[in-house]
Each structure stands twice: as C-alpha cells, then as structure tokens.
C-alpha cells in the first residue's frame, strides 16, 4: 500500500488543521495506521495511531486533547484533525503503516511524502 499525507500549512497558534492520508494499491482495511513528525534537529516522534481490528487510538501526551485520529476505510483514507497548535507542533507530518498499541512503530518505508505543517504568528 502507498501512502499520501496532505492538507498541512501554515496555522496561527491556536488554530486547527486536518491531515488527509491518502492510500492507494491496497486497502487499509485491518491495518494499523499511525502519524509520525519529524522536525528539524528533532528526533522522528509517534504521534497519533488507530488500530486495524478495533479502532483504538493512541495518541502522544504532548497532543492529547487536541488532536484525534479517524478512518474511513471505505475512502481508503485516515484523519487527523490537529486542534488548538502550538509553535511545537510545527514539523513535516507523515502516515504509515505500522505497530498501534502503547506508541506508534510504523513499518519502515511505509510512509510517503509528508506535509509541512507551520505553527507561527
């Protein structure tokens, strides 16, 4: 399965975003999903996960409250919807693949081009 993230920008702190993970040549159905961000002279960091089988989610301390992840598998597609950003959000986004549980593995090469996402005034 190929994935394809979009809808970052650039947000005021505060504002609100929604990713879009786009994939293609397979279906999601059953397969954990999660998004990842990496940010400059940052380490690559799990964000947000939902399970294959039972639509759990998981989600960083950092972002808990404010951000929620969804699928619609018939659309072949997942959301995350990124509530109240702050400046450290600021970061390229990525979905994947991967391990859904206490954190996000995603599986390596799974993910496609992310999306910039900028949090500034």
């Known amino acids: 399965v190929q994935l394809q993230a979009s809808g970052g920008g650039l947000v005021q702190p505060g504002g609100s975003l929604r990713l879009s993970c786009a994939a293609s040549?397979?279906?999601?159905?059953?397969?954990?999903i999660g998004w990842f961000r990496q940010a400059p002279g940052r380490e690559r960091e799990g964000v947000s996960c939902?399970?294959?089988?039972?639509?759990?989610?998981w989600h960083v301390d950092s972002v808990k409250g404010r951000f929620a992840i969804s699928r619609d598998n018939p659309k072949n597609m997942v959301y995350l919807q990124m509530n109240t950003l702050k400046p450290e959000d600021t970061a390229v986004y990525y979905c994947?693949?991967?391990?859904?549980?206490?954190?996000?593995?995603?599986?390596?090469?799974?993910w496609g081009q992310g999306t910039q996402v900028t949090v500034s005034s």
């Open positions: 994947a693949t991967g391990r859904c549980g206490f954190g996000f593995l995603p599986d390596f090469g799974s």
């Open positions: 040549g397979s279906t999601l159905d059953g397969l954990d």
């Open positions: 939902i399970t294959g089988n039972s639509g759990s989610t």
